[in-house]
């Protein structure tokens, strides 16, 4: 029996992005023919569509970056016919509501189990529990139950991240229950905040990224009526704003020790790291004083931790922990993995590293889980990315030609021994 080619672990958006390369390559049926597998965890399809960006907000980029990783003359190029894909690019150079950038990725998922793949190829109900290295060099994934779901030669990790809220909490010294993660207000379950406004209380989001300046603008477009001056507070460690070139920046003028870094690939400073969007916006609004009902406060100070004694509700907005999934040799040994901040750290090919060093072969990732690290020590994170440069690289590294790796009795670097 022929082993896969390539079993991807999630079937989110961040996974389509390998086929997405492919299509862009000219080599996805050829992909496909040798073997290329979905697994998720969604229960069923329902479920698995509203998964992709559920979110009741704008994007903080334009529509363009979700529609350009898309080969128009390629297979999955009828997705940008389709009515999603036809509003996107009216919209090309403006912000768009992430629920039409869903039915978009929805779009692109359906050409490709229509088209393109074979009909066991996605498989959901499918919670991977672990990665098993076999003798012959191919992987195995696991349920929990120890089933064996599917076998290939090439793992591709898009498992995306989660938000640690019951962390938060202990550093905090705040009961959990009173920790929300930014995720569940952005998907628009509001009712507890609500509740909390109506009842004259306070909310405190903790941390100034995209997310939080993201609730921030939700909470004032759907119960802004009934906030008071200083109702929320926003926590952070730094602000930091992105600029379309240094010299915009320097017209502009920087926030106070902010530090202003320039990709090399595009000429934009803090292309990464800096708000963007209306988050910016929303962000201005509240530095210029224009948003009276929001406030600012540095992390650690005393007005923070008197806002947070306060607060009846904090809003988790302080970055994502890799949904990880663990791995082992055949002989059941667990490979470690080098972490970062929380998430698990890949190389610049997107390979997966272990703790000793090297990368462990055959394993690459992608996703808010998997950030490639830049020059800069900031992690790169976007749509554009995962459905572009980051799977152009591992689409490169999947050879469909069969292969199979050999044994070697020593030692392999990323084993540690």
């Given at each position: 029996m022929t082993v896969p080619h390539c079993q991807v672990v999630g079937f989110g958006a961040a996974a389509l992005g390998i086929p997405l390369a492919a299509d862009r390559a000219g080599h996805l049926s050829r992909l496909a023919g040798a073997g290329l597998r979905f697994l998720d965890a969604a229960p069923d399809r329902e479920r698995l569509l509203r998964s992709r960006f559920p979110y009741a907000i704008h994007s903080n980029s334009r529509a363009g970056d979700f529609t350009d990783g898309v080969c128009p003359t390629g297979v999955l190029g009828r997705a940008l016919r389709m009515p999603a894909g036809?509003?996107?690019?009216?919209?090309?150079?403006?912000?768009?509501?992430?629920?039409?950038?869903?039915?978009?990725?929805?779009?692109?998922?359906?050409?490709?189990?229509?088209?393109?793949?074979?009909?066991?190829a996605v498989r959901l109900g499918a919670r991977v529990a672990e990665l098993r290295r076999n003798d012959d060099g191919t992987w195995t994934s696991l349920g929990a139950d120890g089933t064996e779901l599917t076998t290939s030669a090439h793992v591709v990790l898009a498992t995306g991240g989660w938000e640690d809220t019951d962390r938060t909490a202990r550093d905090l010294g705040v009961p959990p229950e009173r920790v929300v993660a930014?995720?569940?207000?952005?998907?628009?379950?509001?009712?507890?905040?609500?509740?909390?406004?109506?009842?004259?209380?306070?909310?405190?989001?903790v941390g100034a990224s995209h997310s939080g300046f993201a609730t921030v603008e939700l909470l004032l477009e759907r119960l802004g009526h009934r906030l008071t001056a200083g109702a929320i507070t926003v926590v952070h460690r730094s602000l930091s704003l992105s600029y379309d070139s240094m010299q915009r920046a320097r017209a502009e003028g920087p926030l106070t020790g902010q530090t202003l870094t320039v990709c090399p690939d595009t000429g934009k400073v803090n292309r990464f790291s800096g708000l963007r969007g209306r988050s910016r916006q929303m962000c201005e609004r509240v530095i210029g004083g224009v948003e009276p009902r929001v406030r600012l406060c540095a992390a650690g100070s005393a007005e923070a931790r008197r806002a947070t004694a306060d607060s009846a509700l904090l809003v988790h907005a302080s970055g994502y922990r890799t949904a990880d999934v663990p791995l082992r040799t055949a002989s059941g040994e667990w490979i470690p993995l080098r972490t970062r901040r929380g998430t698990t750290a890949v190389d610049d090919g997107c390979r997966v590293l272990s703790r000793h060093g090297g990368p462990v072969p055959g394993v690459y990732a992608l996703g808010l889980g998997y950030p490639r690290i830049g020059d800069d020590g900031v992690g790169r994170v976007g749509i554009n990315l995962f459905h572009g440069t980051d799977a152009d690289r591992i689409v490169r590294a999947l050879d469909p030609a069969p292969t199979s790796a050999p044994n070697d009795e020593r030692a392999p670097s990323w084993q540690g021994r």
């Open positions: 036809r509003e996107l690019a009216l919209a090309v150079e403006q912000a768009v509501p992430l629920r039409l950038v869903g039915r978009f990725l929805n779009d692109i998922a359906d050409v490709l189990e229509q088209d393109v793949l074979s009909p066991a930014s995720a569940e207000l952005l998907s628009g379950a509001l009712d507890r905040a609500s509740a909390v406004l109506r009842g004259g209380g306070r909310i405190v989001v």
